[in-house]
């Protein structure tokens, strides 16, 4: 550089872990004292990658009789194991909402009855006994129409695995549902609901329909 000449230095940071990293970074003067700036980059987000983008996925119109698949690699660039997980979150919040709101069905159920007790004690047992209300039933769970196998895989650093997303459903109608998948480091007890992947699946499941062209 020439006197007072100033010059503009661009710093790319390739992190391979979602962790705090520390380097530094020397600059050598030939004829002067050399320099050392500290660098300090934090890795966000996910180690994980796919080619492919696997955020929507639409299986398109498939028969009620046959199940979809479709198949993708998901690899991990993180310098550390992990241990991925799959599951619906669409069916999970499905069950839960059905559940809460049958429990709230069951408390105004046991309300209401306690209440016709009471004003039926009151008239000496002189009425007629209506039939007492049937309690409304406990939900099913609900039946998810897309599922990932496998469901739970360890990867280790720098390796990477197939995962196939299938898709089915007996009921015609256009269906979208999510899968998450969480991961889990080595050492931690949990899995992390966030810095995994999030597909929405979707499709259109017709029934197949044949039309003979004679009776014969």
């Given at each position: 550089?020439?006197?007072?000449?100033?010059?503009?230095?661009?710093?790319?940071?390739?992190?391979?872990?979602?962790?705090?990293?520390?380097?530094?970074?020397?600059?050598?003067?030939?004829?002067?004292?050399?320099?050392?700036?500290?660098?300090?980059?934090?890795?966000?987000?996910?180690?994980?990658?796919?080619?492919?983008?696997?955020?929507?996925?639409?299986f398109g119109f498939q028969f009620t009789t046959n199940q979809c698949e479709r198949r993708y690699l998901v690899q991990t660039r993180g310098r550390r194991a992990q241990t991925l997980q799959w599951h619906n979150k669409t069916k999970i919040e499905?069950?839960?909402?059905?559940?809460?709101?049958?429990?709230?069905?069951?408390?105004?159920?046991?309300?209401?009855?306690?209440?016709?007790?009471?004003?039926?004690?009151?008239?000496?047992?002189?009425?007629?006994?209506?039939?007492?209300?049937?309690?409304?039933?406990?939900?099913?769970?609900?039946?998810?129409?897309?599922?990932?196998?496998?469901?739970?895989?360890?990867?280790?650093?720098?390796?990477?695995?197939?995962?196939?997303?299938?898709?089915?459903?007996?009921?015609?109608?256009?269906?979208?549902?999510?899968?998450?998948?969480?991961?889990?480091?080595?050492?931690?007890?949990?899995?992390?609901?966030?810095?995994?992947?999030?597909?929405?699946?979707?499709?259109?499941?017709?029934?197949?329909?044949?039309?003979?062209?004679?009776?014969?």
């Amino acid at each position: 550089l020439a006197p007072q000449e100033s010059i503009e230095i661009t710093l790319t940071a390739h992190l391979d872990d979602t962790i705090t990293h520390k380097e530094s970074l020397n600059i050598l003067v030939h004829e002067g004292a050399s320099i050392s700036f500290p660098l300090v980059a934090k890795g966000t987000g996910t180690t994980l990658f796919c080619v492919e983008n696997i955020a929507n996925i639409d299986f398109g119109f498939q028969f009620t009789t046959n199940q979809c698949e479709r198949r993708y690699l998901v690899q991990t660039r993180g310098r550390r194991a992990q241990t991925l997980q799959w599951h619906n979150k669409t069916k999970i919040e499905t069950d839960e909402r059905q559940r809460s709101e049958w429990v709230h069905q069951m408390k105004e159920h046991k309300l209401s009855g306690a209440g016709k007790k009471g004003e039926d004690g009151g008239k000496g047992g002189g009425g007629k006994k209506k039939g007492k209300k049937k309690a409304p039933p406990e939900p099913e769970p609900m039946t998810p129409v897309f599922s990932v196998e496998p469901e739970e895989v360890e990867l280790k650093p720098g390796t990477a695995c197939y995962f196939s997303i299938y898709g089915k459903s007996a009921d015609v109608d256009r269906f979208k549902e999510t899968l998450v998948c969480e991961t889990k480091l080595a050492k931690e007890k949990n899995f992390k609901k966030s810095g995994g992947l999030v597909c929405d699946s979707q499709g259109s499941f017709i029934a197949p329909k044949l039309e003979l062209s004679c009776e014969n």
